[in-house]
T-cell receptor, first 111, second 114 residues
Framework: KQEVTQIPAALSVPEGENLVLNCSFTDSAIYNLQWFRQDPGKGLTSLLL?????REQTSGRLNASLDKSSGRSTLYIAASQPGDSATYLC??????????FGSGTRLLVRP | DAMVIQNPRYQVTQFGKPVTLSCSQTLNHNVMYWYQQKSSQAPKLLFH???????NEADTPDNFQSRRPNTSFCFLDIRSPGLGDTAMYLC?????????????FGPGTRLLVL
């Protein structure tokens, strides 16, 4: 059974820092991996989707990498801003394309 | 502008009193999903519809039912809510089920069972 783990559970950084969020999964037979952002009390917004054949995806200050064989993905946020404060969730799609989520990393960027 | 709309945003109900949560979409997507997210936990898929085809997750309690009367609307019915059903309920849609499909989420309904 696929399990997705995100470490750390919470992270606090000063504005301007570059940071890395980690996601690991137990079964490497995934079809894609997505990173989502969730603001308090709100739904999820898709940030990046990496196909299983890809190694990374970039969008603005965000870069996500995928190492399927080791069961890891990272989300790199450059030059963090207070507006980046949110919970970041990763999710892997299994063979039936269902999403299995991690519990998220709660990020606080201090001004 | 909103693409996936959920009503109500907040719902308080009593133990055992049936409740219905609503989701509508303007994207004309074929697939609609319901997730349950308890505090500080991962969203957990309850079921999904591919068009009118209903797909239940094996561990979704019988207490949870769903209806999709047309492409735009999907309802989550909780027949006899228990205290453990207090959670955020997220509706999502996708155009299709497949490799490159992103799910679009609504803002969620926060349910409190007293």
């Amino acid at each position: 059974k696929q399990e997705v783990t995100q470490i750390p559970a919470a992270l606090s950084v000063p504005e301007g820092e570059n940071l890395v969020l980690n996601c690991s999964f137990t079964d490497s037979a995934i079809y894609n991996l997505q990173w989502f952002r969730q603001d308090p009390g709100k739904g999820l917004t898709s940030l990046l989707l990496i196909q299983s054949s890809q190694r990374e995806q970039t969008s603005g200050r965000l870069n996500a990498s995928l190492d399927k064989s080791s069961g890891r993905s990272t989300l790199y946020i450059a030059a963090s801003q207070p507006g980046d404060s949110a919970t970041y969730l990763c999710a892997v799609a299994d063979s039936s394309y269902k999403l299995i989520f991690g519990s998220g990393t709660r990020l606080l960027v201090r001004p | 502008d909103a693409m996936v709309i959920q009503n109500p945003r907040y719902q308080v109900t009593q133990f055992g009193k049936p409740v219905t949560l609503s989701c509508s979409q303007t994207l004309n997507h074929n697939v609609m999903y319901w997730y349950q997210q308890k505090s500080s936990q991962a969203p957990k898929l309850l079921f999904h519809y591919y068009d009118k085809d209903f797909n239940n997750e094996a561990d979704t309690p019988d207490n949870f039912q769903s209806r999709r009367p047309n492409t735009s609307f999907c309802f989550l019915d909780i027949r006899s809510p228990g205290l453990g059903d207090t959670a955020m309920y997220l509706c999502a849609t996708s155009r299709e089920i497949g490799l490159q499909e992103t799910q679009y989420f609504g803002p969620g309904t926060r349910l409190l069972v007293l």
